[in-house]
């Protein structure tokens, strides 16, 4: 197993990717497998959504992957499941249309699928891809497609993690061209091979106002904040739920930090032993 994604439509349902290249959805709740399908190469992430605005109640699947030898990619997968079939050994007839959304010869680290599908950010090496679409699930399935743009961040990014403000889209104030009415604020926070904390503000929109800028835009600064210096390379990083603050794990210290992202004050920082926690217990955070 490579990973796995909860099922956005099915909330007993769980996707599970091998190295072998099969996506498989199981009932996590019954512990049995409910459909297979063959990708024909070695899957390394995934993703799952539900489609904005679609009739179709089935899972957008997204995936990171590669065949032999070849590019790394990020794929968009619709799975039809065999419905004919009583039991998912004799489901061989399981279909997918697949569309291929971004290639790199480079390493594809790490992604994550926002706003419906709308939004993917992905990562490589110290790259960071903003892809964005205004239909994730067009009538025509073969024609999704995304606009990338990259930048370029000041360590190797190790983990991310996104936070979409929805009282945040540009609907007044637009670009002259208009190309962001209608997005969301996409902030993100990045976490650092040499221990450091990266934020980027709404950097989508931000993105999009450095092609065309209005004549009265001001200037547009893509620079992270940096924040709190870590002795450990940062393993994960996840936005707090009012989005005023964000938690990681350091690596040997076995320390939970919650960093503040406003006031930059850091909260508590237990320390974690191995053993120490049994079974069962619970451990509340107070900011």
């Not at 512990?31 to 179709?56: F, R």
Request: proline share 5%; net charge positive; glycine share 6%.
């Amino acid at each position: 197993m490579s990973a796995f994604a909860l099922s956005p439509t099915d909330p007993n349902l769980i996707y599970i990717a091998t190295e072998s290249g099969q996506v498989q959805l199981w009932n996590f709740l019954t512990g049995q497998q409910v459909q297979y399908w063959v990708t024909q190469c070695s899957t390394h992430g995934l993703q799952a959504s539900k489609p904005a605005g679609s009739e179709d109640p089935s899972d957008l699947i997204y995936t990171i992957d590669r065949g032999t030898n070849g590019p790394w990619r990020i794929r968009a997968h619709r799975f039809k499941a065999d419905k004919e079939a009583k039991t998912y050994k004799k489901a061989k007839k399981n279909k997918a249309e697949v569309v291929c959304l971004r290639q790199s010869q480079e390493p594809i680290t790490s992604f994550k699928v926002v706003e419906q599908g709308k939004i993917i950010i992905a990562t490589s090496g110290s790259v960071l891809s903003v892809g964005h679409t205004d239909h994730p699930s067009p009538t025509s399935f073969a024609n999704t497609s995304y606009i990338w743009r990259d930048v370029e961040c000041p360590e190797w990014i190790t983990c991310i993690d996104v936070r979409i403000v929805l009282s945040g889209r540009s609907s007044k104030q637009n670009i002259s061209s208009g190309k962001d009415a209608g997005i969301a604020r996409t902030d993100i926070v990045v976490g650092g091979l040499k221990g450091a904390l990266h934020v980027y503000d709404d950097l989508l929109r931000q993105l999009i106002r450095t092609e065309k800028p209005s004549k009265k835009s001001t200037y547009v600064d893509l620079t992270s904040r940096k924040q709190h210096w870590h002795r450990n390379t940062v393993l994960s990083v996840k936005w707090s739920r009012d989005g005023e603050s964000s938690s990681l794990p350091q690596n040997k210290s076995r320390s939970l930090i919650i960093q503040a992202i406003t006031s930059f004050l850091v909260g508590w920082k237990p320390r974690f032993y191995s053993g120490s926690l049994k079974q069962g217990t619970s451990i509340h955070f107070p900011i």
